[in-house]
């Protein structure tokens, strides 16, 4: 603990390169917004800036976060995909609430995300499944999610069982593979800068479009 601790409180924090953002001038459409900050991680190489914390909570309202890739962002939403056996799509299916947050250090800038999930249905979850590489859909055929596993070994001869079931048959579809959307109803961005001045600016959907406004960090 003692050691922990002690790392803990000898670590930089907020060190990244934060780059000049002038909220007065940000469009107003926090997708578009999105976009121009992930895609300045991307230039910037943010190690794998699509990697995001989702965070979902069960019927009785007891949350869960864990780590995935964002496959699309558009004026939709924020589209990610997962298998329906496990605990997320649970959640999802009883509570669609979720929220996403995004950390690029190097440019001490966060995002979060939280609106309701939905599912996009069999024809996209199917496209999203085929466009991954053999390898990844035989590592997301051949598991059975959340259930008790004897031995690493038993995980990898089930992944090449199910590698072996691709190669023969290219366009099959794991029928639980699932694409979800994240439909933004609150977008924050988190500027974060070394005055610890740092700048928040939270968009709320309206009727028919955003309002923005900076608030207090
Ligand atoms: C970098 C990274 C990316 C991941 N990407 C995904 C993903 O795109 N979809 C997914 O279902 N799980 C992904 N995972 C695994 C999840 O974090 C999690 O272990 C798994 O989905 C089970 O979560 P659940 O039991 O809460 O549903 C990823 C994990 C890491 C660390």
């Given amino acids: 603990m003692t050691l922990v601790r002690e790392l803990l409180r000898s670590l930089p924090a907020v060190s990244g390169d ?10 107003d459409d926090p997708l578009e917004l999105f976009a121009a900050w992930f895609t300045a991680a991307v230039e ?5 800036p699509h990697a995001a914390t ?8 007891r949350p869960s976060a864990r780590v995935l890739f964002l496959k699309d962002v558009g004026p939709e939403g924020f589209a990610f995909a997962t298998d329906a056996r496990s605990a997320k799509a649970a959640d999802l299916a009883a509570n669609p609430q979720a929220a996403l ?3 690029w250090q190097q440019l001490v800038r966060q995002v979060r995300v939280a609106g309701a999930a939905r599912y996009l249905g069999a024809e996209v979850s199917g496209v999203d499944y ?8 035989a590592a997301a055929a051949g598991v059975r999610p959340g259930e008790p596993l004897t031995s690493v070994d038993d995980l990898r001869a089930a992944m090449r069982d199910a590698r072996g079931r691709i190669d023969a048959d290219p ?3 794991l029928p639980t593979w699932q694409a979800w959307l994240v439909v933004p ?4 961005f988190w500027q974060g800068s070394a005055d610890r001045a740092h700048v928040r600016l939270v968009y709320r959907r309206t009727g028919d479009g955003w309002d923005h406004a900076l608030v207090w960090p």
């Fill in 171 to 173: 366009g099959f579809v």
């Fill in 185 to 188: 109803q609150v977008v924050e």
């Fill in 130 to 137: 085929l466009a991954r590489s053999p390898a990844s859909r």
């Fill in 44 to 48: 910037l190489g943010v190690p794998e």
């Fill in 18 to 27: 934060a780059p000049p953002f002038d909220q007065g001038t940000a469009s």
């Fill in 101 to 103: 947050g995004f950390w």
């Fill in 54 to 61: 989702l965070a979902t909570a069960d019927a009785d309202g």
